[in-house]
């Protein structure tokens, strides 16, 4: 029997970027949101060598795949000669800003420790992690999460309170903005590349009271500065959102997925309704509970 994982998503509560580094990586603080709406990868030993099957045809599956160098990087750290093969059922967009690639491949870490019997500690995976991108060590973790440095120093949280029995609308406006475009723009807007430090402190104290209207103040993404101008159209999003009740909306990662959260199920679908009288129904959209 094939070893079957749900590989979540996330968004971006916060995403405030320090500065530059010297090593091309900005410095930044974020707060991370699982989010349940997932790929689904499944494992098992035998074949030759390393065997990616993607349901998405456009997808590379060989070293260009985070998927398949987190399985050659695992076997190699934990010693193993053995052949792996592995199914990925792509359901989360991709360049989106929701994490799905990096979600896939600290999925895949877990999931091979799994089933060679934990060769690997926790701390060697997140080792690995880190060293295949900066977000994928939150990945490990399946909680909220402060992280810092470029990404990759995740302190795990609490489940925030404002966010109980609240409700994520994802929207993803059929369009990839690629990250390294996205950081490489921020060049050219000084105030959103050089962010106080303590924004994020601020939001986690807000998100661990009740009140998400609060805390929705604080929301806040450096990165929509260059997104926001080339497409014009997400901050259209934002505001039709905003005015139609959702109590926040912003856009996760380096886009180009906006998020709104509502206060329920249905309200999120009238929400979303109402949406797609005004914009079509071109979009990838998913309501999905917290
Ligand atoms: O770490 P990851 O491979 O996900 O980063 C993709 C790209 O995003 C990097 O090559 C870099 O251009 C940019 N990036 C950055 N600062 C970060 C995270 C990512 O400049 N903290």
Redesign the pocket.
Known sequence: MPLQKKSPCKVNLLLN?LS??PD?????ETVMQPVNFCDELSFERGGNGIQLLCSDKTLPTDSRNLVFRAAENFLAAAKISDSVKIHLEKKIPLAAGLGGG?GNAATTLLALNELFGQPLSLAKLHELAAA?????PFFLYSKPALAT????KVESLENFPALRDKVFLLIHPGFGIS??W???NLARFPAALNGQKSRAQKLISLLRTADLKMAAREFYNSLEAPALEKFLILGLFQEFLRANGALAALMSG?GSTTFAICETVSSAESLLEKFKSKFGSNCWTAVVPV
């Not at 295949?132 to 994928?136: P, R």
């Not at 440095?149 to 990759?152: L, N, S, V």
């Open positions: 970027i530059k580094r091309g990586f900005h410095e930044l990096s295949l991108g900066s977000d994928i440095g470029r990404g990759e990250t390294p996205a950081y490489q380096s």
